[in-house]
T-cell receptor, first 114, second 106 residues
Framework: DVKVTQSSRYLVKRTGEKVFLECVQD?????MFWYRQDPGLGLRLIYF???????EKGDIPEGYSVSREKKERFSLILESASTNQTSMYLC?????????????FGQGTRLTVV | KQEVTQIPAALSVPEGENLVLNCSFT??????LQWFRQDPGKGLTSLLL?????REQTSGRLNASLDKSSGRSTLYIAASQPGDSATYLC?????FGTGTRLKVLA
C-alpha cells in the first residue's frame, strides 16, 4: 500500500516561530509537492521538487522554503510563522511526467499560528 | 498560467441519481488530469488518473473523460449513494480546481 506520511496531524505555533513540516513517502517517487488548502481558495501549490536538492516555486512561495536532502523526505519550512499561514498543509508525491504520474497525498497537517 | 475551474461548486441529489461533475482548464499542454475525493478534514484520495493520450478511465461506478482540445474533463458517477458524499477535486498537471461539494441524500 502506497504511503505518504506527514509528521503531524495538528500543530499550534506562535507568531515568529520557525516551523518545520515533514513529509515522507515510501514509493521511491521523484516528484514531491507541498500545497496549502484554504476555504474558498482550494489547493494552492507552494513548492515542488523533482529530484533530491532540486526545487521549484509554485504559485505562493512567499514566506516558505523547502528542503529535500533525501529522495523520500520533503520538508516545508515557515521561516517566521504568521497568522495568515494558518491553514491545512498537504504533501503529495508522484513519478515524473511522462510516466504513470498518479499523485498520492498525505493526511494533511492543520497548522494554527497564534 | 494554468487555471482550473469546477462547476458546480455544490450539488445535492437524491440517492440513486446519475450525476456529472465538470472540470475545465485553460492550458491544454498537460501530461495528465486526475480526479480526487476529499472527506471533511482529511487528505485527498485518488479516484482516477487520465493520461494525456487517453480519452477516459473507469473504476467501478466512476467514469472520467478528458478532452484536451476543449480543455474539459467530466467525472460521471452512476447510481449515487450517501457514501459518495464528499468534495471532488480535479487537478490538471498538479494545479487544482476549488472542487465540487457533493451531498447524496438517503
Amino acid at each position: 500500500d502506497v504511503k505518504v506520511t506527514q509528521s503531524s496531524r495538528y500543530l499550534v505555533k506562535r507568531t515568529g516561530e520557525k516551523v518545520f513540516l515533514e513529509c515522507v513517502q515510501d514509493m521511491d517517487h521523484e516528484n514531491m509537492f507541498w500545497y496549502r488548502q484554504d476555504p474558498g481558495l482550494g489547493l494552492r501549490l507552494i513548492y515542488f521538487s523533482y529530484d533530491v536538492k532540486m526545487k521549484e516555486k509554485g504559485d505562493i512561495p512567499e514566506g516558505y522554503s523547502v528542503s529535500r536532502e533525501k529522495k523520500e523526505r520533503f520538508s516545508l519550512i515557515l521561516e517566521s510563522a504568521s497568522t495568515n499561514q494558518t491553514s491545512m498543509y498537504l504533501c503529495a508525491s508522484s513519478t515524473p511526467d511522462g510516466g504513470d504520474t498518479e499523485a498520492f497525498f498525505g493526511q494533511g497537517t492543520r497548522l494554527t499560528v497564534v | 498560467k494554468q487555471e482550473v475551474t469546477q462547476i458546480p461548486a455544490a450539488l445535492s441529489v437524491p440517492e440513486g441519481e446519475n450525476l456529472v461533475l465538470n472540470c475545465s482548464f485553460t492550458d491544454s499542454a498537460i501530461y495528465n488530469l486526475q480526479w480526487f475525493r476529499q472527506d471533511p478534514g482529511k487528505g485527498l484520495t485518488s479516484l482516477l488518473l487520465i493520461q494525456s493520450s487517453q480519452r477516459e478511465q473507469t473504476s467501478g461506478r466512476l467514469n472520467a473523460s478528458l478532452d484536451k482540445s476543449s480543455g474539459r474533463s467530466t467525472l460521471y458517477i452512476a447510481a449515487s449513494q450517501p457514501g459518495d458524499s464528499a468534495t471532488y477535486l480535479c487537478a490538471a498537471q498538479y494545479i487544482f480546481g476549488t472542487g465540487t461539494r457533493l451531498k447524496v441524500l438517503a
